[in-house]
């Protein structure tokens, strides 16, 4: 920059006017560095942060790859200004790059916005006035227009070879010379080039390209850069454009009103400007926002773990819990009362969206975990159970790949017997702590049971956050409670059961509540007994919630915990029984039924698990009980007594 100015004597000053920003495509890092002030228009171009008018907008994607969430962000930011101005949100397919394009590429990118819920208007599959939306499909029309440019001597053929070529920027290099093309055919005269060109010399198109002037972003505001342009390639030697080109072309035909890119692209609008000012037509507006960068301040790469929106999808990501998450990507929410109003739905998007872009990278966070439990509340609350048919896939896709490992892992070692694995072997881990697949868990062909994985999503949505945490929070659900760690996670504590006896007029009244202390196995006997009279028919009474409550309600909210509070001050206060309740008969319960694991209400549970399962486990709970019991009464020198809950 010091070449600009004259920077010794009384005559110091610029050499050149003042522009707003300088952009540099190298090292570029989403902010710009400003020499003129801003004016509060520059700042706030559109009154009310959003046009007057209708916008059309568009999301041009090119198929070389599967879908980013930076991709799915620009995406929605220009849904959301289509919606909230009543404008039309296009889906166009940048396809010309022939030697990366892939057909599996694009049926992802339209699998991915309609997962995320974000249809098009015009596009492919759907149509519109300006089709067809696929650039591989519209050479003529990119033909006709770079004749026109060729015509008006705003364009120019290039006849150079590629090797010529990386020879004049190899030796430009080693001279320290910038590598823009030297221009080597751009005095070419008309007639001849036609000449050579109708003679089948191979040739591309090139822009007759110049000092840009300074433009007007919707988020940087004044910009511009003071080199000049290279003269860009326009027309490949295969014939199909460059992105540039068709870029232009094709958003001008189409109408497009406003472009919401990321700031990558600020460095290529001047030469897209340039374009619209040779053709003589009236650009859209641009808004441009950061990069999404990882902790360390790189861009985050479709390599990394979680980049791409299939990555999110099979995870068992809410589409509006991701939606949400990209939105704050770069979006500032509206404050009320001081704090951020961040929690939407897509109504709620459209509703709140303007342009509160922030200026710079955005470093992508974990805020995606704290949405998901928002929206998984919302949607249980409201029983809204719209989600569930898409997670069923993926669980039941996650535990047959545990359970495909675990059938290969048998298999090899028992073709190697000899083979002995060491303590810290993963194959221990996944043969010997899980025991096998429950058989409510399969369906009649042998496959996980998608009805019963429905069932159990819907019983535990609201605690849902992905596909791998839900398999392990409910495991016990899928597989067999390992005996060892039952007895494991035996309860020692000491309570006692209240009992109710009938006073004179026959009414139980919590003053005539008795105390009694009971084993382990003496509850569990109890609790064996009042859900064996249940019916698992059809029949009344059937196995359900409302008759499992009804029949062990009474007797878990009576075990409480026998331990003593001090009643007074004096340190040798020796106290009274506490008799406020507690939650241990549940404990006991859910220790029977799921070894004391998270997961739904104890009575739920025993409806997914059926009256088999759950008695099954009752039993085995009894024997660890009776078995500890006996085990504790044998130690010698101990006082011989039980064991109780």
Not at 87 to 103: A, H, N, P, V, W
Request: net charge positive; charged share 25%; aromatic share 8%.
């Amino acid at each position: 920059m010091r070449s600009l100015y004259i920077t010794r004597g009384p005559l110091c000053r610029r050499l050149l006017g003042p522009t707003s920003h300088i952009i540099k495509r190298h090292k570029f890092n989403g902010r710009t560095d400003r020499l003129s002030p801003v004016t509060p228009a520059d700042r706030n171009p559109l009154p009310g942060g959003l046009p007057d008018t209708a916008a059309r907008t568009r999301f041009a994607p090119s198929p070389t790859g599967f879908m980013h969430i930076g991709s799915l962000r620009t995406a929605l930011y220009n849904y959301l200004l289509a919606k909230a101005t009543g404008g039309q949100f296009i889906l166009r397919i940048e396809d010309t790059d022939r030697s990366r394009t892939q057909k599996k590429s694009e049926n992802s990118i339209y699998e991915d916005l309609k997962w995320a819920g974000l249809g098009w208007d015009e596009g492919p599959g759907v149509g519109g006035p300006y089709e067809p939306y696929k650039q591989s499909e519209r050479l003529e029309t990119y033909t006709k227009y770079a004749a026109q440019l060729l015509n008006t001597g705003h364009a120019y053929r290039c006849f150079c070879t590629p090797e010529a070529l990386d020879k004049m920027r190899r030796l430009r290099t080693e001279a320290n010379e910038s590598t823009m093309y030297n221009g080597a055919c751009r005095q070419i005269p008309r007639r001849i080039s036609d000449q050579h060109a109708a003679s089948g010399d191979p040739y591309c198109i090139r822009f007759r390209s110049g000092h840009p002037p300074p433009f007007h972003d919707l988020v940087y505001g004044k910009t511009g850069r003071l080199d000049p342009v290279d003269d860009f390639i326009i027309i490949k030697r295969d014939g199909f454009p460059t992105y540039h080109f068709a870029n232009v072309v094709d958003d001008y035909l189409m109408k497009i009103t406003h472009v919401i890119r990321g700031v990558e692209w600020l460095v290529s609008t001047p030469m897209h400007l340039m374009l619209y000012k040779a053709f003589g037509w009236n650009p859209p507006q641009f808004a441009h926002v950061g990069l999404l960068v990882d902790e360390n301040g790189r861009k985050l790469s479709k390599r990394e773990s979680d980049a791409h929106v299939s990555d999110w999808r099979e995870r068992g990501i809410l589409p509006i819990a991701l939606l949400n998450h990209i939105l704050l990507l770069g979006w500032s929410p509206r404050q009320i009362r001081k704090k951020a109003y961040d929690v939407m739905d897509i109504n709620e998007m459209i509703k709140e969206f303007k342009f509160r872009f922030t200026r710079g990278n955005t470093i992508v966070n974990d805020k995606y975990k704290y949405l998901q439990k928002v929206h998984l509340k919302r949607a249980a609350r409201s029983e809204n159970w719209e989600a569930v048919p898409s997670l069923v896939p993926l669980v039941t896709a996650h535990i047959q790949s545990i359970e495909d490992v675990r059938a290969k892992t048998r298999a090899e070692r028992a073709s190697k017997e000899d083979d002995v694995p060491g303590d810290d072997d993963p194959v221990l881990d996944i043969l010997e702590g899980v025991e096998p697949l429950l058989p409510l868990a399969r369906a009649p062909d042998g496959t996980i049971s998608e009805q019963y994985v429905a069932r159990l999503l819907q019983a535990d949505f609201e605690h849902f956050e992905d596909v791998s945490s839900f398999v392990k929070r409910n495991e016990y659900f899928f597989w067999g409670i390992p005996r060892d760690y039952l007895a494991l996670l035996l309860p020692d504590r000491t309570l006692v059961l209240h009992t109710s006896r009938p006073t004179n007029d026959g009414e139980r009244t919590p003053s005539s509540m008795g105390k009694k202390r009971h084993t382990i196995p003496e509850l569990l006997n109890l609790l064996h007994d009042e859900l064996k009279v249940i019916s698992d028919d059809d029949s009344s009474g059937r196995w359900e919630h409302s008759a499992i409550h009804e029949a062990i309600g009474p007797l878990l909210n009576n075990i409480h915990m026998n331990a003593k509070v001090k009643t007074g001050n004096a340190p040798d206060s020796q106290g009274e029984l506490d008799n406020r309740k507690t939650a241990e008969g549940y404990r006991l319960a859910r220790w029977a039924i799921n070894a004391s694991a998270p997961g739904p209400s104890i009575a739920l549970a025993m409806v997914l698990l059926g009256k088999a399962e759950t008695m099954r486990r009752i039993d085995t709970a009894l024997e660890i009980a009776v078995e500890a019991q006996r085990a504790a009464a044998r130690n010698k020198g101990k006082k011989r007594k039980a064991i109780y809950l």
